[in-house]
């Protein structure tokens, strides 16, 4: 099993920055792949970036490509969401992923085996 706790979220005007992170503990040498997802109300869950835990490399949607970035301490067993440029739109409640599956496809909530609790990002106008 693992654990994964996100922490970092809050309150952040319009165009500033914040940066979440998410603290993994356990069978952490059984993950391959760390993600961030977030959740709007009344929307689905949606991809935001995921880090290959072992090689480093990342992925990203669209709507964050060249404003969010998402790295790893993996002495800290810690994956970090720079966001920056922050937009209303960007408000939900940011989840931390992590998968053990091989191959997977980035952007299914299925794909990932472990979830964190969230935390809320509010970006206001």
């Known amino acids: 099993q693992v654990q994964l706790v996100e922490s970092g979220g809050g309150l952040v005007q319009a165009g500033g920055s914040l940066r979440v992170s998410c603290a993994a503990s356990?069978?952490?040498?059984?993950?391959?792949?760390m993600a961030w997802f977030r959740q709007a109300p009344g929307l689905e869950r949606e991809y935001v970036a995921a880090i290959d835990w072992r090689g480093g490399g990342t992925y990203y949607a669209d709507s964050v490509k060249d404003r969010f970035t998402i790295s790893r301490d993996k002495a800290k067993n810690t994956v970090y969401l720079q966001m920056n440029s922050l937009k209303p739109e960007d408000t939900a409640v940011y989840y931390c992923?992590?998968?053990?599956?091989?191959?997977?496809?980035?952007?299914?909530?299925?794909?990932?085996?472990?979830w964190g609790q969230g935390t809320q990002v509010t970006v206001s106008t």
């Open positions: 992923a992590a998968t053990s599956k091989i191959g997977l496809v980035l952007y299914r909530t299925s794909e990932y085996n472990y």
């Open positions: 356990g069978h952490t040498f059984s993950v391959y792949t």
